[in-house]
């Protein structure tokens, strides 16, 4: 234990929005704990540790683990198709769809003063984020799963409670359910490939897809 001083902040704001921050980091350690504890102690791991192992290694008391162990929502892969997906494919798949999007709000009329910002325009470029963080993603079926969960913490994420007063527009809440869209399709097409293998190719547009492998991502 240290005596270090608590972090000065240069307003109560700051130093909520700080907390709030933190809320959410502890949020998506705990989305990640229980899937994490089901691994160490199912399949072929089951025999090289065990409870006892986990505890240490986790902190946590054998009755939570134990109690963890016996969740039945959360299901441990057989085996692994990691190495069969070409994710450098699926990373352009997303850049191609949404480059292709942008391209079309690119076509449509506006006023002089700009077009407004829409929910389209929130896809492309999300779709260009993802496809980037995929290709940052280290190549390890740990990775692709956290990345899965982060995905899916995001897409939940609603207001703080610093907020409870503020209301959101239409505009506003049509833009957060359209992100937590795309978040939630994409985590599900992640997992789908390291479930499925290369066969959960057929969730993704056929069109968009031979598009993607005949440009490798980069439309002009």
Not at 48 to 66: D, I, V
Request: no cysteine.
């Amino acid at each position: 234990m240290t005596n270090d001083p608590a972090p000065r902040f240069l307003s109560p704001d700051d130093a909520f929005d700080r907390l709030a921050e933190w809320r959410r980091q502890y949020e998506l350690l705990m989305d990640q704990r229980d899937p994490l504890v089901m691994a160490a102690l199912s399949g072929p791991l089951a025999g090289h540790g065990g409870t006892s192992k986990a505890e240490r290694a986790s902190g946590l008391t054998a009755q939570t683990l134990r109690r963890i162990r016996t969740r039945e929502d959360i299901p441990v892969l057989d085996g692994t198709h990691f190495d069969e997906v070409d994710w450098d494919e699926y990373a352009d798949y997303l850049e191609t769809l949404g480059t292709a999007i942008r391209h079309q709000l690119e076509t449509l009329p506006a006023p002089a003063a700009g077009r407004a910002f829409t929910a389209d325009d929130q896809r492309a470029a999300l779709l260009l984020d993802l496809a980037q963080r995929l290709r940052d993603t280290e190549l390890t079926d740990f990775a692709h799963w956290q990345l899965t969960v982060q995905l899916r913490h995001e897409a939940q994420a609603r207001t703080t409670v610093l907020q409870e007063e503020w209301t959101a527009s239409a505009d506003q809440t049509t833009l957060q359910a359209a992100r937590a869209q795309v978040l939630e399709e994409v985590a599900d097409q992640i997992t789908a490939y390291r479930t499925d293998g290369p066969a959960a190719i057929t969730r993704l547009d056929a069109d968009v897809l031979a598009r993607a492998r005949s440009t490798g991502g980069e439309e002009s």
